[in-house]
C-alpha cells in the first residue's frame, strides 16, 4: 500500500496530457484530498457548491462522480444548490444558522462542503463556516483551499484533470490501494 503523497506524484507522471504544472503543488494538496475522502470514507456526504461562474463544473462533478462503468459504490455526492435555495439567497446569520441546522439534521453521519469559485462569493459563507470544507479557491487566499488564478487560460482544463485526479485517488482509497493516513 503506497502513501498518498508518493502515489500522486505517479498518477501526476502517469497521466497523457499536461499535467505537469501540478507537480509542484501536489504538497498542498494530498492533505486537502486526503482530508475529504478520508470523510467520505467514514461516510459523510459531499455537497457541492460553486460560485456561478463554475456551476457547470459543479454538474460535471455531479454527473461523472457515480459513472457505473468505474465499478466501485455509489458515493454520497449532491450539489447543494439542488437540494435548497440558492446559497447567495442566504443573508443573514440567522438564515445561515438554520440551513446549517438542516443540514446537520439531513446528514447524520456529517458531511462536507466541496466548495468551487471565487472566494468572495456569498457561498462561501457556509463552505468557510464548516472546518472541513473541500475548497477550490479562485483570486484568494485562503487557509486549507487549493488556489487557482482566474485569469489562467487553463483554468477549465486544470479542474477537468484534477477531478480526475480526485477521482482515481478516491478510487485507489476505497479499493485499499493508498495509505491516506493522518
Not at 494538496?29 to 463544473?57: H, K, M, Y
Not at 440558492?86 to 443573508?91: A, F
Not at 458531511?111 to 473541500?134: E, L, N, V
Request: glycine share 4%; charged share 20%; hydrophobic share 40%.
Amino acid at each position: 500500500m503506497q502513501q498518498l503523497l508518493t502515489w500522486t506524484l505517479q498518477a501526476i507522471r502517469e497521466e497523457n496530457s499536461d499535467f505537469s504544472w501540478m507537480e509542484e503543488y501536489r504538497f498542498e494538496w494530498t492533505p486537502l484530498v486526503g482530508n475529504a475522502i478520508s470523510r467520505i470514507i467514514e461516510g459523510q456526504s459531499v455537497l457541492i457548491l460553486t460560485d456561478s461562474q463554475c456551476r457547470w463544473f459543479g454538474h460535471y462533478i455531479q454527473h461523472k462522480i457515480n459513472d457505473v462503468n468505474k465499478n466501485r459504490p455509489f458515493l454520497p455526492f449532491y450539489q447543494l444548490s439542488k437540494l435548497f435555495v440558492p446559497m447567495d439567497e442566504i443573508h443573514s446569520v440567522q438564515e445561515l444558522q438554520l440551513v446549517e441546522d438542516m443540514l446537520d439534521i439531513s446528514y447524520p453521519n456529517g458531511y462536507i462542503i466541496w466548495y468551487i469559485g471565487r472566494g468572495d462569493h456569498p457561498c462561501t459563507k457556509i463552505a468557510f463556516k464548516k472546518d472541513d470544507s473541500f475548497l477550490w479557491i479562485i483570486d484568494d487566499q485562503v487557509q486549507n483551499s487549493f488556489p487557482f488564478r482566474g485569469s489562467d487560460a487553463q483554468l477549465d482544463i486544470k479542474f477537468l484533470q484534477l477531478f480526475k485526479l480526485f477521482d482515481i485517488t478516491l478510487s485507489a482509497a476505497l479499493f485499499g490501494n493508498i495509505e491516506i493516513g493522518s
